[in-house]
């Protein structure tokens, strides 16, 4: 399958979307960063918008205070979440548990 080709202005608009996307979830850890947002609220909000819920559950994590890959990594294989798994894919049971880990 070939990849299609794509206009100069279709082109722009896609990278000015990205750009959004990423500054979108850099506020977002800066908010769960400096404590202004709760990670139980920071699942609550990704799930709510389209482009926070594809962010990996790993990145969120690891922007909470005293919290590195390692941490990350143990707490996410104790409630048997996957490492490459995003915001939007967590189970119910999934997020009551990190909002009880980290609550």
Known sequence: MAIPSLTPEQLEA????ATRARRA???????VRSG???LGGAIDVALKD???????????LKS?????????ADVMER???ASNRR???????????LKQHFG
């Open 50 to 60: 389209d482009v926070l819920a594809h962010m990996k559950v790993s990145d969120l």
């Open 36 to 38: 202004d947002l709760t």
């Open 25 to 31: 979830r850099a506020d977002l850890k800066e908010k």
């Open 14 to 17: 896609a990278r000015s979307a």
């Open 64 to 72: 909470l205070p005293r919290v590195g890959e390692k941490r990350a």
């Open 79 to 81: 409630l048997e979440i």
């Open 87 to 97: 915001i939007r894919g967590l189970g119910r049971h999934q997020i009551a548990g």
